[in-house]
Nanobody, 124 residues
Framework: QVQLVESGGGLVQAGGSLRLSCAASGLAFSRYTMGWFRQSPGKEREIVAYINQRGTNTYYTNSVKGRFTISRENAKNTVYLQMNTLKPEDTAVYYC?????????????????WGQGTQVTVSS
């Protein structure tokens, strides 16, 4: 049984930082592209960032470029999202997801497995 378990969310003031972690089990982690998505009330789920299987290629949505960093440790079956200079508009539930796609993986439909989500709230 595949499980993705996010942690590290919480309440932070604008300008602060958080580090999200996602621990995976039940899958060959190093064979999966890993992504972070977010969803706020009334909005569609959107890609935040993804990282390829070997950690050699990353993608960021424009609104987080220069502020967020995605990384992974295949030996620990874990993917991270370091979030700096947080803004109120970053407030959302953040989801970790795994995709078997090799190459671009910006769409939620490309991901087979999802975590339960972790709330990030940025106060102004």
């Amino acid at each position: 049984q595949v499980q993705l378990v996010e942690s590290g969310g919480g309440l932070v003031q604008a300008g602060g930082s958080l580090r999200l972690s996602c621990a995976a089990s039940g899958l060959a982690f190093s064979r999966y592209t890993m992504g972070w998505f977010r969803q706020s009330p009334g909005k569609e789920r959107e890609i935040v960032a993804y990282i390829n299987q070997r950690g050699t290629n990353t993608y960021y949505t424009n609104s987080v470029k220069g502020r967020f960093t995605i990384s992974r440790e295949n030996a620990k079956n874990t993917v991270y999202l370091q979030m700096n200079t947080l803004k109120p508009e970053d407030t959302a539930v953040y989801y970790c997801a795994a995709s078997g796609v090799w190459g671009e993986a910006r769409l939620a439909s490309q991901y087979s497995y999802w975590g339960q989500g972790t709330q990030v709230t940025v106060s102004s």
